[in-house]
């Protein structure tokens, strides 16, 4: 049903975002690690209100029925982009959340009304039909648009390439299809943003099902194989424009975090690993005098470690790679976080200079040596992984899965879920909140989104 009215979570600009209500449930897509022994993946709720008797606990969890899915990213079918004045569609709601299992290549869509603590899943797009209608498989990130739910996939129905972006309707989720008209050289995919102010589309690379499903290949890693490429578009056109190359050493150029203000053409990309030193880093993009050009902001060192407590992959480096696997900017656009899966750091920049990011605080959880200590977890796992940032840019939470067999790799003893939260100061400087920890008991989080929205759900089309 058409609402006679905007939804109350769409807000023209980012500024306007900032000031909403706080945000008191919150949705994570959690993945059953074990499969063959029949388990199934969940759609899980967070209590998120301090004022509850709950807080901080799962108080819904919806399975999906498929077994083997390995829930991953997810979005919202619409939000705040639905007031952009070229593709208006004002009367839809936030209501349906789409949730793909990257291994699966099904799409689930949950409805959260009228009960957000139960979702229920109301339709299971096929993947079939994604790849009779598309020619795209492993369906990834998930963002809506002014005129469509864009959904980008890692590669073909075979497990090679192309990757690339397909079109779902916002009301009917019928799968419309491919989104590129000229992909020119784009072959690997992964994420994608876009500068509205400017009909730009962003993409950036990770690798094809083969090249990822079965964990890092050594020999894809060293030889330079996986992305280090952003491809620039022409986001009306959808036509391939230009590519920015990091370099080959630069690997696995992942999360991309545009600003938030339309008037903009900043934004950040995080690499995971350099095969010259380990290091990891984030780069900036930006249209100056005209041209695109991208520089590296941020270099984060490996840490010599004893090869005797080192996982298999890492015995021969003798040390821990940070492995920046999410990045987040807040929606003033003034703070950039930087989830260090490898080490378990969450750092905080102060990027209010794109061009020069400033570390302003840095909490670790968890990591592959360290297994730094939470008051309410006791030792911990895996790491900061997936990273949301309320929309008032207060609070922060954390997840730390990346993708089960990438887990393996990395912590094989097997990791245990969690979720943290942490507090930012609107200065600068990151607390962890010593009261706020969520087990998850088998499962394994992967991404987080919050009720109403959050710093890397919408785009905004007004300053």
């Known amino acids: 049903m ?13 500024r306007m975002a900032m000031s909403a209500q706080r945000e008191k449930l919150g949705y994570v897509a959690s993945f059953n690690p074990a499969p063959e022994n029949g388990g199934h993946d969940a759609l899980c709720v967070l209590d998120l209100d301090p004022e509850s008797k709950t807080y901080a606990q799962v108080v819904g969890r919806t399975e999906v029925p498929g077994v083997g899915d390995e829930l991953h990213h997810f979005g919202w079918n619409a939000c705040s982009a639905a ?12 209501r349906y959340l789409l949730v793909p299992g990257l291994r699966s ?18 339709k299971v797009i096929e993947p079939e039909e994604i790849a009779e209608r598309t ?65 730009v589309a962003v993409t950036s690379e990770w690798g094809t099902p083969k090249m990822v499903e079965g964990g890092v290949v050594p020999d894809l890693l060293l030889g330079g194989k996986y992305g280090h490429v952003l491809h620039l578009w022409d986001l009306r056109k959808r036509r391939h424009l230009r590519t920015l190359d990091l370099g080959a050493e630069n690997q696995m150029a992942l999360e991309l975090r545009p600003s938030h203000d339309p008037t903009k053409t900043f934004g ?40 005797s407590v080192l996982p298999p992959a890492l ?51 968890g990591g592959i040596t360290s297994h730094a200590a939470h008051p309410k977890g006791g030792t911990l796992n ?23 067999a990438w887990d393996a790799q990395f912590y094989p003893e097997g990791i245990r879920g969690w ?10 400087g990151l607390a962890l909140d010593r009261e706020f920890f969520t087990g998850f008991d088998g499962d394994r989080p992967h991404q987080i989104r919050l009720e109403g929205g959050d710093s890397s759900s919408d785009s905004f089309c007004y300053p």
């Open 83 to 94: 007031l952009c004045p070229y593709a208006p569609h004002p009367h839809i709601e936030r």
């Open 268 to 307: 950040f990309v995080g690499v995971v690993i350099s095969t010259k030193d380990l290091s990891a880093s984030v780069w900036r993009w930006d249209r100056s005098g005209g041209d695109w050009s991208v520089k590296k902001v941020i270099e984060i060192p490996a840490e010599p470690a004893d090869p």
């Open 382 to 404: 895996g790491g900061a992984q997936m990273i949301e940032v309320s929309r008032d840019g207060r609070r922060i939470y954390v997840s730390n899965s990346l993708y089960n």
């Open 135 to 199: 020619g795209y498989s492993r369906p990834h990130t998930i963002h809506c648009g002014p005129d469509a739910i864009y959904v980008s996939a890692l590669g073909a129905p075979n497990g090679e390439g192309p990757g690339g972006i397909f079109l779902l309707d916002h009301e009917s989720f019928e799968v419309l299809g491919r989104w590129e008209v000229d992909r020119g050289p784009q072959y690997l995919a992964y994420d994608f943003w876009w500068h509205l102010g400017y009909d």
């Open 105 to 122: 290549s099904r799409i689930y869509i949950f409805d959260t009304k009228p009960n957000p603590r139960k979702p229920k899943i109301v």
């Open 315 to 365: 015995k021969p480096f003798k040390a821990v790679p940070p492995l920046v696997t999410d990045i987040n900017l807040s929606l003033d656009d003034r703070f950039l976080y930087v989830a260090c899966f490898g080490t378990g750091d969450l750092k905080q920049y102060d990027v209010s200079d794109p061009a020069i990011a400033r570390l302003t605080g840095s909490v670790r959880l």
């Open 2 to 14: 058409a609402l006679w009215k905007p939804d109350q979570t769409f807000y023209p600009s980012a």
């Open 419 to 428: 979720v943290a939260k942490l507090d930012a100061n609107p200065n600068g």
